[in-house]
């Protein structure tokens, strides 16, 4: 089934541990995008790529880092986990046109402790 | 900086009722606007896509419009549903393919 997978579905992490959340679409859509939701504050850009091997940052880049190796993987990196970062993580991925939609993957929730 | 804002924040109504729910942006300088919806514990499902040069996008029982000189957009539901109770999001495009989301409207239809 075409789609984007989102692994895992849900984790507790200490605080100061590093974690990949990782991020897998089938569409072979150009560009791919994480985003965070937090009540109160709605969906937030974190990073996003326009295509295989290039990077930009969001709105809420700080603390987080990405990659782009090819085009159907976007892994989202916590280097050093803060409570702060305790949300749900959303990958996306469209065609990468102003006419293309964003697909979005079912979400991973992150708590720091 | 894009502002996007949705009102009512929740709204709940009888069933077979036609609804409005209602977006706005501060810029106009959008590519396209976006309503989504998101179940809770979900992600987010694509309504319709509406491009900065047209005025409305239907699918369905939804119809959504958009005013991008006074940067105003709404969503139409018709005959509402139990089903179509839902976060329903409202998003604009602008450059490197950023979406800017508003914080939802809370949609409950009462059997």
């Known amino acids: 089934i075409a789609g984007i997978t989102q692994a895992p579905t849900s984790q507790i992490l200490a605080a100061g541990r590093r974690m990949t959340l990782r991020c897998t679409q089938d569409?072979?859509?150009?560009?791919m995008y994480w985003y965070r939701q937090d009540l109160g504050l709605g969906l937030r850009l974190i990073h996003y790529?326009?295509?295989?091997?290039?990077?930009g940052k969001g709105e809420v880049p700080d603390g987080y880092s990405v990659s782009r190796a090819n085009t159907d993987d976007f892994p989202l990196t916590l280097a050093s986990a803060v409570p702060s970062q305790t949300s749900v993580y959303f990958c996306a991925s469209s065609g990468g046109g102003i006419t293309d939609t964003q697909y979005f993957g079912p979400g991973t929730r992150l708590t720091v402790l | 900086k894009q502002e996007v804002t949705q009102i009512p924040a929740a709204l709940s109504v009888p069933e077979g009722e036609n609804l409005v729910l209602n977006c706005s942006f501060t810029d106009s300088a959008i590519y396209n606007l976006q309503w989504f919806r998101q179940d809770p514990g979900k992600g987010l499902t694509s309504l319709l896509l509406i491009q900065s040069s047209q005025r409305e996008q239907t699918s369905g029982r939804l119809n959504a419009s958009l005013d991008k000189s006074s940067g105003r957009s709404t969503l139409y539901i018709a005959a509402s549903q139990p089903g179509d109770s839902a976060t329903y999001l409202c998003?604009?495009?602008?450059?490197?393919?950023?979406?800017?989301f508003g914080q939802g409207t809370r949609l409950t239809i009462n059997p």
């Open positions: 569409m072979r859509h150009n560009a």
């Open positions: 790529s326009n295509t295989a091997g290039t990077t």
């Open positions: 998003a604009v495009l602008q450059g490197a393919q950023k979406l800017v």
